[in-house]
């Protein structure tokens, strides 16, 4: 929907929304994917409805029913933050907050996947919060690295002991270099961006070899299973985000082998074998090589990536479609299917194959074209491209950043004070009105007028806070980590 502008669709699903959504039900969910897909998705739904042709209320995008909602999500997340590290537990229940019972033990990605959704709703509401909160997490894992600079897969969120200590960039980790990367780009923070190039010459020094990413001992450095996992493939996009398009073009056509190989990514690959892992020969139509496609393709419009979509593309048809949808591959071997179909084909598969051969798409767009519109804090762009993806690909826009800065009380008032000294043309009084906390209550002429007088000057709001992330987890006693993944005992 967000993709193709289904307006009539969009419509219907906004109406459903605004009849209401009770977050307050006595049920334990995970806190990362409650963000990725509930937070995300309310937050990116709202920052596109305008553009769907969706008819928006006085203040937007300051000020919606799905932002709302996407701040009321996320508030429910919060007591998940509330441990002496500041990294979240994995799981939380919406009604009471975490369980006593409640394990530790959370996946590094649990907790460094939350800066682009929290400092967006930061950013919209005014309420620091969510960013305060995002940014500590982050910190907590930095700190505690290895000396050689590498994180585990699984940490005591109490302890901040490492539980897993495998270091890898695929499954328990990977969104947690994601988002320091997009978060970096969707804030201009150097410092997020400067923690994920101290990652990443670790990375390349102890993990690289031969263009693959193998998994090693967090603290000695040494291999301890030589597995390409299927998660890893979002990879090389994340490389081109930061310019180092050659590795990734290396890397990518490593996967892409594999793909050849077996029409699709299985889920564990042993390198030195050249085949699959026993029990992970699956392939459940996951979105990370088309991903990575997109993005390489959009950096150097190398028709190899194009064929990837191809053979993406007639895989899929021939492979895992049936009458209801597009079936899981239970087995690459012999092509057998499983009963299910899972969300994030919908959600990012199919989106990433159809930007990937739709160039004039407006996701694409590099400037050239935006849109102005007013709201209570005055004039701001939006539509203007450079989108940020959240994992869940949903789309963000980081102009939006800047539309909503709110600022104390005691700033407005002091700032109204020093207008009406200094003004040499003002004739009366004059006193701006602060804006409510959703940016309603106030009319779009009373914000013209507030911008003229104050000659237009844009309002900074307070940076330099801090992130955080979580993902989800269950009784770690029941179940065992493996390369980052964490199966149940009877698996």
């Not at 997020?192 to 967090?218: G, R």
């Not at 990879?235 to 590795?247: C, E, F, K, R």
């Not at 762009?381 to 709110?406: M, Q, S, V, W």
Request: proline residues 4%; negative net charge; glycine residues 8%.
């Amino acid at each position: 929907l967000q993709i193709l502008g289904n307006v009539s669709e969009f419509q219907r699903v906004v109406n459903v929304l605004q009849e209401g959504v009770d977050f307050d039900i006595d049920v334990n969910a995970s806190v990362f994917e409650t963000n990725i897909r509930v937070v995300g998705g309310l937050l990116s739904a709202h920052l596109l409805s305008k553009k769907a042709g969706i008819e928006v209320e006085v203040g937007w995008p300051c000020a919606g029913p799905l932002l709302r909602m996407a701040e009321e999500a996320a508030r429910k997340l919060l007591p998940a933050f509330q441990t002496p590290t500041g990294m979240p537990y994995g799981t939380v229940n919406l009604l009471n907050g975490v369980n006593p019972g409640e394990t530790p033990v959370t996946c590094t990605a649990g907790i460094g996947t939350f800066i682009v959704e929290f400092a967006t709703l930061s950013h919209l509401t005014g309420d620091p919060v969510f960013e305060d909160v995002a940014r500590k997490a982050l910190k907590a894992l930095w700190k505690n690295r290895s000396d050689i600079g590498l994180v585990g897969n699984h940490i005591d969120v109490l302890t901040a002991k490492w539980v897993a200590q495998d270091a890898g960039i695929g499954a328990g980790v990977d969104s947690y270099f994601e988002y320091l990367v997009k978060g970096a780009i969707l804030l201009q923070d150097k410092e997020l961006m400067s923690m994920f190039l101290e990652y990443n010459k670790a990375i390349k020094n102890y993990t690289k070899f031969d263009d693959w990413y193998l998994w090693v001992q967090m603290y000695k450095g040494t291999v301890s299973m030589p597995v390409f996992q299927s998660l890893e493939a979002y990879w090389p996009g994340l490389q081109s985000l930061i310019g180092d398009v050659d590795n990734a073009m290396r890397t990518f056509l490593n996967y892409y082998t594999v793909w050849k190989q077996f029409g699709g990514l299985p889920e564990f690959y042993n390198i030195p074998q050249g085949y699959t892992v026993e029990k992970r020969e699956g392939y459940p139509l996951r979105p990370e090589l088309i991903e990575s496609a997109m993005y390489l393709y959009r950096a150097t419009r190398d028709p190899t990536l194009l064929e990837l979509g191809r053979d993406a593309v007639e895989s899929i048809e021939k492979i895992s479609k049936v009458d209801c949808g597009f079936a899981t591959i239970k087995d690459l071997r012999d092509h057998r299917l499983d009963n299910r179909m899972e969300s994030f084909f919908l959600a990012e598969t199919v989106k990433y194959l159809y930007l990937l051969f739709d160039p004039d798409n407006f996701i694409h767009n590099d400037g050239s074209d935006f849109d102005v519109v007013l709201t209570p804090y005055g004039e701001c762009i939006l539509n203007a491209g450079g989108y940020i993806f959240n994992t869940e690909a949903h789309p963000i826009d980081p102009a939006a950043l800047h539309c909503c800065r709110k600022r104390k009380e005691e700033q407005w008032e002091v700032e109204d004070l020093m207008r009406e000294f200094y003004s040499l043309k003002r004739n009366k009084k004059f006193t701006l009105k602060r804006a409510s906390d959703h940016g309603e209550g106030e009319s779009t002429q009373d914000s013209v007028d507030a911008s003229s007088e104050s000659g237009g000057e844009k309002r900074n709001s307070k940076k330099n806070t801090h992130s955080l992330l979580s993902c989800p987890s269950q009784s770690f006693n029941s179940k065992l980590a493996v390369l980052g993944q964490v199966f149940l005992d009877n698996t």
